[in-house]
């Protein structure tokens, strides 16, 4: 491998002669001697990256040829090729994951109707986030919740008693965890409470917290070390907070 060679490899990748097969069987034949030829950063950003999508690292290879190629004064005329099927590969990818997350939705509605009738906003914010690696969790018993306040000698508020009827819990990435399983007890400067979950109110990682004998939803906000007051009770924090957190998310 010569500079001359480089070159001529180069103009093919640039020009829209290659396909991304010969582009990454070229680069894995010649590697070694590429690395000693470019230098370091060159080299990186020539390099075919290893990704999900066929046309995103011949794509992104072209673009660093044509700097090479411009730095050496070598005339050449870019092809459009990759870039075009790159953003076809790029819309295509996008439909499939629409598609998936309206089943997704699709099936959370028709598995909850009883989320839905009682918790009408919040679930149609949720319905609209869902993510395929969410998870919503089936109801839990009377059983599973008595239990679970027994390991935590809390019981919990009424209406947090009624979230738990309908499902066990919720795990969304866009940072609202609520799960009986989950649920745990925590001392905070002295005073005691049960984390029913987080909610990324302010920073990752807010906890939700609720304090024996009461209704009254509280947050940490750990980034400022405080516990905080969120709203009166269970219904509030799903149809008005956490609801339109979701909405803007």
């Given at each position: 491998m010569d500079k001359e060679s480089l070159t001529e490899k180069l103009l093919d990748l640039v020009e829209g002669r290659e396909t991304p097969e010969s582009w990454r069987n070229w680069w894995d034949e010649h590697e070694t001697e590429l690395e000693a030829l470019l230098s370091r950063g060159e080299f990186l950003k020539l390099k075919p990256c290893r990704h999900g999508f066929q046309w995103v690292p011949v794509f992104g290879s072209q673009k660093r040829a044509i700097a090479i190629l411009e730095?050496?004064?070598?005339?050449?005329?870019?092809?459009?090729?990759?870039?075009?099927?790159?953003?076809?590969?790029?819309?295509?990818?996008?439909?499939?994951?629409?598609?998936?997350?309206?089943?997704?939705?699709?099936?959370?509605k028709a598995n909850n109707p009883e989320?839905?009738?009682?918790?009408?906003?919040?679930?149609?914010?949720?319905?609209?986030?869902?993510?395929?690696?969410?998870?919503?969790?089936?109801?839990?018993?009377?059983?599973?919740?008595?239990?679970?306040?027994?390991?935590?000698?809390?019981?919990?508020?009424?209406?947090?008693?009624?979230?738990?009827?309908?499902?066990?819990g919720i795990n969304v990435s866009t940072g609202v965890i609520v799960e009986l399983s989950g649920t745990f007890n925590l001392t905070i400067h002295g005073e005691r409470y049960c984390v029913l979950g987080e909610f990324w109110k302010e920073a990752d990682g807010d906890q939700l917290l609720l304090r024996p004998g009461e209704e009254t939803i509280w947050y940490y906000a750990h980034?400022?070390?405080?516990?905080?007051?969120?709203?009166?009770?269970?219904?509030?924090?799903?149809?008005?907070?956490l609801a339109r957190y979701l909405n803007e998310h």
């Open positions: 730095k050496s004064g070598t005339a050449f005329e870019a092809s459009n090729l990759y870039q075009e099927r790159y953003l076809a590969e790029l819309d295509a990818f996008c439909k499939e994951q629409e598609r998936v997350q309206r089943e997704k939705q699709k099936e959370f989320l839905f009738g009682r918790y009408l906003k919040f679930s149609k914010a949720l319905a609209k986030v869902l993510d395929p690696s969410d998870e919503i969790k089936p109801a839990a018993t009377e059983e599973q919740i008595g239990n679970q306040e027994s390991v935590l000698d809390f019981t919990l508020p009424s209406q947090v008693r009624e979230f738990f009827l309908l499902t066990a980034e400022q070390d405080k516990v905080k007051r969120l709203c009166n009770d269970m219904a509030e924090l799903l149809e008005k907070k």
